[in-house]
């Protein structure tokens, strides 16, 4: 294991009042799933999200103070994303006054979300000669239900897939690398994915980019087939099985996200950090695929297909 893995590890287990000697006791892979079931990456990413954050130059997101590199900060921030407990339980979990970690909690989580404008962006190849250059897809995540100014409920926030209000983001991912290269949201849930896709840059993007993405049937339309293709009739067997890896591999990518807790439970608070919180873990899930957990080629068939 990298040194400065290995030393996240063990600061990381320790924060959870770990015992020394049980941890001694333990493979290196029993370590690390402690560690990821409570921080939601492994190690190595977490060090090396922690050491980007010290030397990137976006200035959102470098972390200069002394006062603030505290590694123990940046993982409750983790833990934070991953578990989502309330006040109670993380002072619980980690003995500090709730109000003052709140604090730095929130200080870490903005500044891991900044990491975007270095990590997830349009490449400068414009995907070279593909023309089929990305997955598209919406994500839908739950939350508490905003206010109305006449009615009990707005309804412009209801999501189909939770049948709560929600808020959705529109994710693309490329076909042929280990890359998120767009992220656009968040929105109300009621707005469909089709929608997004049209009228808020996407859809422009990709004309200007001369490229198409590929996307589930909900983005059927005559007016856009030049842009998004979406699996039909007339598709060969090469192609609807393209078609249907490249989709497939998307969802794997959705459920890196889907597995902090933060995002796959009712969200607590408000919008602003619902967009904070939903980009930092797309920050964190690039990371992970770009070293230990990647996406599959599309043109190499799985065991399972």
Known sequence: MDVLAKRMQDIGLN?????AKKVNKSNNKTNDERFISNYGASPLVCSMIYEDLQRTRVPKARV????????????????FLKCYPTERQREVTFQYCPSW???????????????????????????RDHIWAITVDGVH???????????????????????????????GIS??????????????AGKSDLKIFKEDGLKAKLIASKKMCIADGGYAGSDHIHECSTPNIHDSRPV??????????????????KNFHSVDCRFRHSIDK????????????????????????????????
């Open 240 to 257: 609807r099985r393209y078609k249907a890896r490249s989709l497939k591999r998307h969802e794997k990518f959705n459920g890196l996200i």
């Open 101 to 127: 970690s709140r604090r730095k909690i929130w200080f870490w989580i903005n500044r891991i979300a900044a990491l975007q404008a270095e990590k997830i962006f349009w490449p400068r190849d414009n995907f």
């Open 15 to 19: 924060l959870l009042r770990f015992d």
């Open 141 to 171: 995540c739950w939350i508490q239900a905003p206010t109305h100014g006449e009615f009990s409920k707005d309804t412009s926030y209801f999501s189909h897939k939770y049948n709560h209000a929600g808020l959705c983001y529109e994710l």
């Open 274 to 305: 619902f967009k904070s919180v939903f980009e930092a873990i797309c920050v964190i899930c690039q990371y992970q695929i770009e070293t230990d957990k990647p996406l599959y080629d599309v043109l190499v068939l799985q065991e399972d297909e």
């Open 175 to 188: 076909i042929g690398s280990n890359r998120l290269v767009w992220m656009n949201g968040p929105y109300p």
């Open 64 to 79: 200069s103070s002394k006062t603030h590199l505290k590694v123990r900060f940046f993982l409750m921030a983790m833990h």
